[in-house]
């Protein structure tokens, strides 16, 4: 089990040959139905992994604490390499996903997400039918929570000290198009819906540097509407303060 989902019925057939690990992976069960077939190589410097899934039914929790389950149902082809996650290369597909949280569902025909990755440079995208998001820089992925932490005091200037120097990364430019009205947006605004939109950022992280810029088109917000905004956000060197425009 994990975080209070039970995988009991899980079935496993591997086998290892000259350093590859090939194995199904197969559950028929009420809480899920999924199958998996998988090949990891060690036979290079980096480990490679490869798999072929059919998700029917797969329920998970983020945390233990949750109370709404969360239920993802797709195929999927999965091609990575690399021995950690911040040299991780590689893309996941997926087709026919369908993703539901706490009774919405957010349906998506597909859904594919790449990295690559270098010594000082990290690249994430993420395209599916209804957006495109694109996470560039100098940057270390397992970070980025921790960014967006720091991004959000930096704007309202509260408690930053406390997580200045626990962060290595340098910089990091975020750009997101959508490319019409998604379920997927009111996810994380209530009530927030819009036609289309652009979005970038870009954060030199040891300098606080922000540039801002927006594009959206149809957007409504609880009682307010507004059919065109641009915006441009950005702060001058060495200055707390933030220009709006």
Known sequence: SYN????QNTEIKGQIA?????????NQSYENEFFADAILDFQNEKTSISVT????????????????KTTL????DFKLIGNSFEELDGQINLEYLNYTFDHKQF???HFKISKTSSKERQDIKVISDEFELSISGDYFPNELPLIAQK??????????????????SRDIDLTLKVSKNSPIVSQFVDNLSLESGFFSLNYNIETENISSNHNIVGLRF???????IIANIQNEQDSKALNFN
Request: charged letters at 25%; aromatic letters at 8%.
């Open 151 to 168: 991004l959000i005091q930096r704007i309202d200037q509260k408690d930053q000290l406390s997580i200045d120097s626990n962060i290595l």
């Open 222 to 228: 609880e009682n307010i509407s507004a059919p065109h």
């Open 53 to 68: 899934s059919d998700i029917q039914k797969l329920n998970f929790k983020f945390n233990p604490e949750d109370s709404s």
């Open 4 to 7: 209070g989902i039970s995988y």
């Open 18 to 26: 000259e350093n590859i690990f090939s194995c199904k992976i197969m």
């Open 107 to 109: 349906p998506f025909n």
């Open 73 to 76: 149902a797709c195929k999927g």
